[in-house]
C-alpha cells in the first residue's frame, strides 16, 4: 500500500549545528546547511529569503550577493550584514539564538567588521574528520572566518582554503552550491587525518608561535561565558591603559608608550577616547606583555606582568602614586578651571601640572577637557609671544643693517652681501640666511634716504672708489 507514496521528506535541521564556545557554527554554513536539508541550491535560499545585500537604508540594493568583489563573509561578522541575516533568519527558522553563530555577541569590544573577518572560505581539514569519523553533524566553524585566525586552535595545523583535489582556492565565503565540508567546484571532501594532512603541508613550515597564540586567544574569547561577556567593554581598554601606565611605567604615559612600542600621541588619544584602538593593536600589547585577550577586555589590571625589575622601578614613583589615589581632585579641577578661562594662561600643560605636583599624563587622563583648553591656550600664547619675539629682532636687525650700509656707502664700499655679513660678524652680530632679504631691504631704504650717492658708486670695486670719484658725485 505504501509502495506509490513519495518519500518522507527530510526534515530541517532548523538547529545549529553548534552554538555556544570556540567550535561554534558559523552562520553562513547554517544558511548551507538548511539549503542541503531542504534541498535547495544555497542561491536560492539566499536570493529569495534572505536576500543580499541587507535591505537598509545605507547599502546598495542593486548588489548581488554573488556578484564579484562581495564580502559574504559580513554576514559572521559584527556589523548591520550580520545584524540583517540573523534578524532574516531568526523570523524564517524560529530559533532565539542565531546571534551566537556570528561575532555580534562581541560587537561591542570588537571593532572594523571589514577588517575582522577574511573574504575567502577556510577550515581545519582535522576538524571536518573528526566530525566525520565521530558521526557527528559536519559544519565549519565561526573562528576559521576570523582573518587573524590562521590555525586550528584545537590540532595546532594551518587552515586552508585550498582544495586538495582540484587545487581550487576558496576566494570567497560562501558559492551558489556550497555544501559543508566540500570543495565548491569539485564537491571532493575536505577533510583529512592529522597525519596525512601534516604530510601534505612538509614545504610550508613557518614560524608558527604568534599564529598559535592568537589562534588559542580567539578560541578562548569565543568561549567565554555570557556571564564574563556582560563585563566586557571598549571602555575597558581606557581602564585597562591607564593600569598599565600605572603599573609598568610608574604613571608616566610617555614611558608606557615606548615599552608597548606605540606612540605617546596614539596613546592620549585612546585614553582621551577620541580615538578606540584596534584588535591588532590590543592584540601587540598582549602579546608583548602575555596577557591574555580575555583579561584585557574584562579590565583585569592584575594581568599586567609582575616583573621584579619593574616592581623596583615602579617602587621608586610609589608616593606619587599614592598622591594620586588620594587627591582632592575637586579643588584641582576648580584650579585648572581658573587657569584655564583666565586670560592670561601661558603656561604649558606640563608646567600646569608641575605647579600642581601631578604626573601630566594622569592629570591628562582626568580632565581631558580642561587639559585641551590649557594646552590651546598655553599653544596660542607661544605663538603670539615667537611672531612678537621674531618682529623686534627684525626691527633691531634692520635698524644695524641700515647704519652699516650707510657707513659703507659714505666710506664709498659697495655693500654686497659679502661686505655686510663680515660687517655684522665683526660686530658680534647673529644673522642667518633667512635675513639676507633685510640686506637688500637695508639698501633700498638707505637709497631712498641719501639719493645723492648715486648707483655706479655702489656698483663699482672699493680700490675704484677714490676720493676723486666721490667727490664727482657730491
Ligand atoms: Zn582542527
Ligand atoms: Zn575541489
Known amino acids: 500500500m505504501n509502495g506509490h507514496l513519495s518519500p518522507e521528506r527530510t526534515a530541517f535541521h532548523l538547529k545549529p549545528a553548534r552554538c555556544a564556545g570556540s567550535a561554534r557554527q558559523k552562520l553562513t554554513d547554517y544558511v548551507v546547511q538548511i539549503a542541503k536539508d531542504s534541498l535547495l541550491p544555497f542561491d536560492v535560499v539566499v536570493m529569495e529569503m534572505v536576500q543580499w545585500p541587507a535591505c537598509i537604508d545605507g547599502l546598495d540594493a542593486t548588489r548581488r550577493p554573488f556578484a564579484s568583489g562581495q564580502h559574504l563573509a559580513l554576514?559572521?561578522?559584527?556589523?548591520?550584514?550580520?545584524?540583517?541575516?540573523?534578524?532574516?533568519?531568526?523570523?524564517?527558522?524560529?530559533?532565539?539564538?542565531?546571534?551566537?553563530?556570528?561575532?555580534?555577541?562581541?560587537?561591542?569590544?570588537?571593532?572594523?567588521?571589514?577588517?575582522?573577518?577574511?573574504?575567502?572560505?577556510?577550515?581545519?581539514?582535522?576538524?571536518?574528520?573528526?566530525?566525520?569519523?565521530?558521526?557527528?553533524?559536519?559544519?565549519?566553524?565561526l573562528i576559521w572566518s576570523i582573518r587573524l585566525v590562521e590555525r586550528c586552535p584545537i590540532h595546532d595545523v594551518p587552515l586552508t582554503s585550498e582544495c586538495p583535489n582540484c587545487q581550487y582556492r576558496h576566494c570567497n565565503e560562501t558559492c551558489r552550491r556550497s555544501i559543508s565540508g566540500h570543495c565548491a567546484r569539485c564537491h571532493y571532501w575536505l577533510g583529512a587525518s592529522l597525519s596525512c594532512y601534516r604530510r601534505s603541508l612538509h614545504c610550508r613550515r613557518r614560524n608558527s608561535?604568534?599564529?598559535?597564540?592568537?589562534?588559542?586567544?580567539?578560541?578562548?574569547?569565543?568561549?567565554?561565558?555570557?556571564?564574563?561577556?556582560?563585563?566586557?567593554?571598549?571602555?575597558?581598554?581606557?581602564l585597562m591603559l591607564e593600569s598599565g601606565?600605572?603599573?609598568?611605567?610608574?604613571?608616566?604615559?610617555?614611558?608606557?608608550?615606548?615599552?608597548?612600542?606605540?606612540s605617546p600621541s596614539s596613546l592620549s588619544e585612546w585614553r582621551a577616547g577620541l580615538v578606540i584602538p584596534s584588535i591588532q593593536t590590543i592584540?601587540?600589547?598582549?602579546?608583548?606583555?602575555?596577557?591574555?585577550?580575555?583579561?584585557?577586555?574584562?579590565?583585569?589590571?592584575?594581568?599586567?606582568?609582575?616583573?621584579?625589575?619593574?616592581?623596583?622601578?615602579?617602587?621608586?614613583?610609589?608616593?606619587?602614586?599614592?598622591?594620586?589615589?588620594?587627591?582632592?581632585w575637586s579643588s584641582i579641577e576648580r584650579k585648572l578651571r581658573t587657569v584655564a578661562d583666565s586670560d592670561r594662561c601661558t603656561l604649558s600643560w606640563k608646567q600646569t601640572a608641575e605647579n600642581l605636583g601631578i604626573d601630566p599624563s594622569q592629570l591628562h587622563?582626568?580632565?581631558?577637557?580642561?587639559?585641551?583648553?590649557?594646552?590651546?591656550?598655553?599653544?596660542?600664547?607661544?605663538?603670539?609671544?615667537?611672531?612678537?619675539?621674531?618682529?623686534?629682532?627684525?626691527?633691531?636687525?634692520?635698524?644695524?643693517?641700515?647704519?652699516?650700509?650707510?657707513?659703507?656707502?659714505?666710506?664709498?664700499?659697495?655693500?654686497?652681501?659679502?661686505?655686510v655679513e663680515a660687517e655684522l660678524t665683526k660686530h658680534g652680530i647673529e644673522y642667518r640666511w633667512a635675513d639676507y632679504p633685510l640686506i637688500a631691504q637695508a639698501r633700498?631704504?638707505?637709497?631712498?634716504?641719501?639719493?645723492?650717492?648715486?648707483?655706479?658708486?655702489?656698483?663699482?670695486?672699493?680700490?675704484?672708489?677714490?676720493?676723486?670719484h666721490m667727490e664727482t658725485k657730491g
Open 283 to 328: 592584540l601587540d600589547i598582549c602579546e608583548k606583555f602575555q596577557i591574555r585577550l580575555v583579561d584585557w577586555l574584562c579590565a583585569n589590571s592584575d594581568a599586567w606582568p609582575v616583573d621584579p625589575e619593574r616592581r623596583k622601578h615602579t617602587h621608586g614613583y610609589s608616593p606619587r602614586r599614592t598622591a594620586y589615589l588620594e587627591r582632592d
Open 245 to 262: 601606565i600605572d603599573r609598568l611605567a610608574g604613571g608616566s604615559a610617555k614611558r608606557f608608550a615606548s615599552e608597548c612600542g606605540k
Open 75 to 141: 554576514a559572521n561578522a559584527h556589523g548591520e550584514t550580520a545584524k540583517y541575516w540573523v534578524q532574516r533568519l531568526t523570523d524564517l527558522t524560529g530559533q532565539t539564538d542565531l546571534e551566537a553563530l556570528t561575532l555580534l555577541p562581541f560587537a561591542g569590544v570588537l571593532r572594523d567588521p571589514f577588517g575582522l573577518v577574511g573574504h575567502g572560505r577556510r577550515w581545519c581539514p582535522v576538524c571536518l574528520q573528526d566530525d566525520l569519523l565521530a558521526g557527528a553533524e559536519i559544519y565549519e566553524r
Open 365 to 419: 587622563a582626568k580632565f581631558p577637557e580642561l587639559a585641551g583648553k590649557i594646552s590651546r591656550k598655553a599653544r596660542e600664547h607661544r605663538t603670539r609671544d615667537s611672531v612678537n619675539r621674531r618682529e623686534a629682532r627684525r626691527t633691531v636687525l634692520l635698524g644695524k643693517l641700515k647704519q652699516i650700509v650707510r657707513k659703507m656707502l659714505v666710506a664709498g664700499i659697495d655693500p654686497t652681501r659679502r661686505h
Open 209 to 238: 608561535s604568534r599564529q598559535k597564540w592568537l589562534a588559542n586567544e580567539f578560541a578562548s574569547l569565543l568561549d567565554v561565558p555570557d556571564t564574563t561577556l556582560i563585563k566586557m567593554s571598549q571602555e575597558n581598554a581606557v
Open 444 to 468: 633700498h631704504e638707505v637709497d631712498r634716504a641719501i639719493p645723492y650717492i648715486s648707483a655706479p658708486s655702489r656698483y663699482s670695486s672699493s680700490q675704484r672708489s677714490s676720493p676723486g
